[in-house]
């Protein structure tokens, strides 16, 4: 059983950053590939990016690719996502994903959710 918990949330104006952090314990890390998936009120949890178990792969939603930046450190069992030139649009709880093997876009094929941590991005 992998137990994930974000932090690293909180309130910026648009244009800013945000650095998340996601710790994960209670398995073998460099076994699944990660990711960070966001939802807001009344819509579907939808994929952000996802970074292979080796870290040498690497995919991001189109409203995010150029702005946002995955990475782990597989000696610490941690995943970063480095957020700037926020947006309002970005505004959602983020949740830190795990799988075990190749990476995916998929919210039905992730193993292991975090608790959540919002981001506010105001205008």
């Known amino acids: 059983q992998v137990q994930l918990v974000e932090s690293g949330g909180g309130m910026v104006q648009a244009g800013g950053s945000l650095r998340l952090s996601c710790a994960a314990s209670g398995g073998t890390f460099r076994h699944y590939a990660m990711g960070w998936f966001r939802q807001t009120p009344g819509k579907e949890r939808e994929f952000v990016t996802t970074?292979?178990?080796?870290?040498?792969?690497?995919y991001y939603a189109d409203s995010v690719k150029g702005r946002f930046t995955v990475s782990r450190d597989n000696a610490k069992n941690t995943v970063d996502l480095q957020m700037n030139s926020l947006k309002p649009e970005d505004t959602a709880v983020y949740y830190c994903?795990?799988?075990?093997?190749?990476?995916?876009?998929?919210?039905?094929?992730?193993?292991?959710w975090g608790q959540g941590t919002q981001v506010t991005v105001s205008s």
């Open positions: 994903a795990a799988r075990e093997g190749p990476t995916t876009e998929d919210v039905g094929r992730i193993d292991y």
């Open positions: 970074i292979s178990w080796s870290g040498g792969t690497t």
